[in-house]
T-cell receptor, first 114, second 111 residues
Framework: ETGVTQTPRHLVMGMTNKKSLKCEQH?????MYWYKQSAKKPLELMFV???????ENNSVPSRFSPECPNSSHLFLHLHTLQPEDSALYLC?????????????FGPGTRLTVT | GQQVMQIPQYQHVQEGEDFTTYCNSS?????IQWYKQRPGGHPVFLIQ?????EVKKQKRLTFQFGEAKKNSSLHITATQTTDVGTYFC???????????FGKGTKLSVIP
């Protein structure tokens, strides 16, 4: 499945580093999402973009900064992260933000903060 | 806020046995979606239920949405090793487009 791609697939960074996660969808969708998946926790929605406009920010710390330059690309800029931010970061897209649309997930970026 | 509880957290079954996972919401849902995540993989959409009391089937998988639209279940008949993975339910509350995911049920199938 190559509908939603994410790079890098694995990332190890120190607490003082700055890095970015990239997501690209090839499905012609209008909505894109960032989720955090930690062990033993539900998928946590972080950000929602609809037509490049942020429509949801679920009280995510400012050390996570999203960017959506167009409807096909989504970035998550990371800086001064904490070890508890280590997790699988999943990008998803859907046709729109209506609840009736299914979401297509990318393979994720496995992030380790040391 | 809206919560979606899913049980059991883990289930080990012998190949050929049936499996059921249950999803319960603290509030009435507009819809419920089910996803499957294989080990090392990402969630993949399985199905969506919208109507009260709705039942949908996909081969050996049967999905139900409760009459009150606050609970749902996924039943797999005669499990196979290819069914291994974590099954997530996700629902949207009335007036919300945000999907709230359950913690998932991790299914192991012993050949």
């Amino acid at each position: 499945e190559t509908g939603v791609t994410q790079t890098p697939r694995h990332l190890v960074m120190g607490m003082t580093n700055k890095k970015s996660l990239k997501c690209e969808q090839h499905l012609g969708h209008n909505a894109m999402y960032w989720y955090k998946q930690s062990a033993k926790k539900p998928l946590e929605l972080m950000f929602v973009y609809s037509l490049e406009e942020r429509v949801e920010n679920n009280s995510v710390p400012s050390r996570f900064s999203p960017e959506c330059p167009n409807s096909s690309h989504l970035f998550l800029h990371l800086h001064t992260l904490q070890p508890e931010d280590s997790a699988l970061y999943l990008c998803a897209s859907s046709q729109g933000t209506s609840f009736s649309y299914e979401q297509y997930f990318g393979p994720g970026t496995r992030l380790t903060v040391t | 806020g809206q919560q979606v509880m899913q049980i059991p957290q883990y289930q080990h079954v012998q190949e050929g046995e049936d499996f059921t996972t249950y999803c319960n919401s603290s509030t009435t849902l507009s819809n419920i979606q089910w996803y499957k995540q294989r080990p090392g993989g990402h969630p993949v959409f399985l199905i969506q239920l919208v109507k009260s009391g709705e039942v949908k089937k996909q081969k050996r998988l049967t999905f139900q949405f409760g009459e009150a639209k606050k609970n749902s279940s996924l039943h797999i008949t005669a499990t196979q090793t290819t069914d291994v993975g974590t099954y997530f339910c996700a629902g949207s509350g009335a007036g919300s487009y945000q999907l709230t995911f359950g913690k998932g049920t991790k299914l192991s199938v012993i050949p």
